[in-house]
C-alpha cells in the first residue's frame, strides 16, 4: 500500500512537471523547461535512470521489473520532453537522441503488455513527427505503428 501510494506521487509529480514544461517550451523559454526536465529525471528516476540510459530498451524494461515500470513509463515521458525542448532549440542532435530513445521506452514497454495510457500515446504520435521511424529498430517501429494506427498497448 505504502509504495503504491509513493509511487502515484512520483506519477502526480512527473505529470506536473510535464505540464510545467510544456506551458515553459510553448512560452519559448526553452533552458528552464530543460532544466525543469531534467532535474525532475534525477529526482523522480533516481539510480533507475543508469540503467535505462543504457540497456537496450526492452532489456532495460525486462531489468527494471514489474514493480519499477512506472518509473520507466515517467523517464520515457520526461525523455521525451526533453527531445521536444531540444527541437524547439533547434538542437536536432540532441532532439533525436531523446525522442528515438522516449519512443524505443515507449514500444518496449508495449511490448512487455505495459497498456499505455491515452497521454502516452498522444506523446507518442508526437514524437513520431520528429524523426523517420526506419531509424528505429524494426520490431520498435512495428509496435509503435501498432499503437498509433488503433492498435492500443499491451495489457497489464
Do not use: K, W
Amino acid at each position: 500500500m505504502f509504495q503504491r501510494d509513493y509511487i502515484e506521487r512520483l506519477i502526480e509529480e512527473c505529470a506536473r512537471v510535464l505540464s510545467r514544461a510544456l506551458e515553459l517550451r510553448r512560452g519559448r523559454q526553452l533552458e528552464p523547461a530543460l532544466n525543469q526536465v531534467r532535474q525532475a529525471e534525477e529526482e523522480l528516476i533516481g539510480p533507475l535512470r543508469r540503467v535505462l540510459e543504457r540497456l537496450e530498451p526492452s532489456s532495460a524494461v525486462e531489468v527494471a521489473g514489474a514493480a519499477q515500470l512506472d518509473r520507466v513509463r515517467m523517464y520515457a515521458a520526461l525523455l521525451g520532453e526533453e527531445g521536444l525542448i531540444y527541437h524547439a532549440m533547434q538542437n536536432s542532435a540532441s532532439a533525436f537522441l531523446c525522442c528515438r530513445r522516449s519512443l524505443e521506452l515507449y514500444a518496449a514497454l508495449s511490448l512487455a503488455r505495459v497498456q499505455l495510457d491515452q497521454a502516452e500515446l498522444e506523446q507518442i504520435h508526437v514524437l513520431m513527427g520528429s524523426l523517420d521511424l526506419s531509424e528505429l529498430d524494426e520490431r520498435y517501429a512495428q509496435e509503435l505503428r501498432r499503437l498509433t494506427t488503433g492498435g492500443r498497448g499491451g495489457s497489464r
